[in-house]
Nanobody, 121 residues
């Protein structure tokens, strides 16, 4: 599976962005999809995940009620809608695919290239 993330950019605090992650391959619908983020010098941090058929999601406490993960298996795409953005949300955001329902980065087999989100105060 090859993943391509897009949609990052510069936004003011309180604003919104929608990230997209397009996947190649015919097995996209069998994977759990996750979003992680990373700030330079820090470990990669779990943000959200969605199970293979899209009926179960899980969020980090820091983004719960502000971010929404969704997927369209017909389009091989997973999304992260980010609302009420805060400066501390600034990071490179990565999409990832796993066979396992997990919040741990090393349980994910495939990673996109990352897209930068910058939230100004």
């Amino acid at each position: 599976v090859q993943l391509q993330a897009s949609g990052g950019g510069l936004v003011q605090a309180g604003g919104s962005l929608r990230l997209s992650c397009s996947a190649s391959g015919r097995t996209f619908s069998s994977y759990v999809m996750g979003w992680f983020r990373q700030v330079a010098g820090k470990e990669r941090e779990f943000v959200a995940l969605i199970n293979s058929n899209g009926d179960t999601t899980y969020y980090a406490s820091s983004v719960k009620d502000r971010f929404t993960i969704s997927r369209d298996n017909a389009k091989n795409t997973v999304y992260l809608q980010m609302n009420s953005l805060k400066p501390e949300d600034t990071a490179v955001y990565y999409c990832s695919a796993s066979r396992i329902y997990s919040v741990t980065p090393n349980r994910y087999d495939y990673w996109g290239q990352g897209t930068l989100v910058t939230v100004s105060s």
